[in-house]
């Protein structure tokens, strides 16, 4: 009955704002911060996203570091934007996507593949090869779920072996990853 005329915040939660919990035993109600409920849900972090600063030539028949050096965000500086590694340094479960386009390739027979090293180690790809001739841009896309511990790192790489060197297009390619709390 305390609460039947109150109006809505009308405002971001700020941590010091308190909400009333009951406590689950026999009914009693607390209050508690905002602050300390988030102690116990969590965030997305860290997280980060980062993109090419501009084209990237990419050899044909060798595995090719993508990189990622211009940082969109960087939650918790845990993206090295000069190695191009995700090392979030906070053990969990996260989600690293990355996508890349390349600049107007003839494919047919040809093999696109877009890979994720996990501590320098092959961990997973996704690879495409055309069975008719086209001249596209084509575009892979790379999304997963990866257990980290402390110290563990990934990045992402391309291989193709179209005969020549291939550009990867620097406005439509990125590297991404956020943390899943309550997992």
Not at 59 to 71: K, Y
């Amino acid at each position: 009955d305390i609460l039947s005329g109150q109006t809505d915040i009308g405002a971001d939660i700020a941590d010091a704002d308190l909400f009333l919990v009951d406590d689950g035993a026999g009914g009693t109600v607390r209050k508690s911060a905002a602050s300390r409920l988030k102690t116990y849900i969590g965030d997305n972090t860290p997280s980060f996203s980062a993109k090419l600063s501009s084209d990237q030539s990419c050899s044909s028949g060798a595995e090719t570091v993508l990189a990622f050096a211009t940082e969109q965000w960087d939650s918790d500086s845990k993206y090295n934007n000069s190695n191009y590694r995700f090392t979030p340094a906070v053990a969990g479960k996260y989600v690293i996507n990355g996508l890349v386009m390349l600049n107007d390739i003839t494919v047919q027979n040809k093999r696109l593949q877009l890979l994720i090293y996990k501590n320098g180690s092959f961990f997973a790809d996704v690879e495409t090869i055309a069975s008719s001739e086209t001249s596209t841009d084509p575009t892979l896309s790379i999304n997963l779920l990866i257990e980290f511990n402390t110290t563990d790192y990934v990045e992402l790489r391309l291989y193709h072996n179209t005969g020549s060197s291939e550009d990867v297009r620097s406005g439509y390619s990125f590297f991404q990853g956020y943390k899943l709390i309550g997992v």
